[in-house]
Nanobody, 125 residues
Framework: QVRLVQSGGGSAQAGGSLRISCAASGDSLYTHCMGWFRQAPGQEREGVADINRFGRPRYADSVKGRFTISKDTAKNTLYLEMNSLKPEDSAIYYC???????????????????WGQGTQVTVSS
């Protein structure tokens, strides 16, 4: 059973940068699709980015060109680098492990079975 522990995030001004990490233990994240999701108050959880076993990333249109998902297989850790932050990026961010090898057709939270504890990101204008 994989365990995902998040760190990082916090507060930033609009235009600033933050990074979130997601350390996996108990199993490897290398063989699975890994993703980042976020949930703002009163809104549904939405996909931000995912990365498949081969390192191919995919991004939601809202973050494309600003966010970067990556993984360090030696450290068994997933990252989300967030640049040019906007107030609408404020949310609780979650890492998650999805299917083996390939990512689902869309950034659908229901396809991901193991979740980190969540990290607050707050962007002020």
């Amino acid at each position: 059973q994989v365990r995902l522990v998040q760190s990082g995030g916090g507060s930033a001004q609009a235009g600033g940068s933050l990074r979130i990490s997601c350390a996996a233990s108990g199993d490897s994240l290398y063989t699975h699709c890994m993703g980042w999701f976020r949930q703002a108050p009163g809104q549904e959880r939405e996909g931000v980015a995912d990365i498949n076993r081969f390192g191919r990333p995919r991004y939601a249109d809202s973050v494309k060109g600003r966010f970067t998902i990556s993984k360090d297989t030696a450290k068994n850790t997933l990252y989300l680098e967030m640049n040019s932050l906007k107030p609408e990026d404020s949310a609780i961010y979650y890492c998650a492990r999805g299917p083996v090898y390939m990512c689902p057709r869309s950034l659908d939270p229901s396809e991901f079975t193991s979740w980190g504890q969540g990290t607050q990101v707050t962007v002020s204008s």
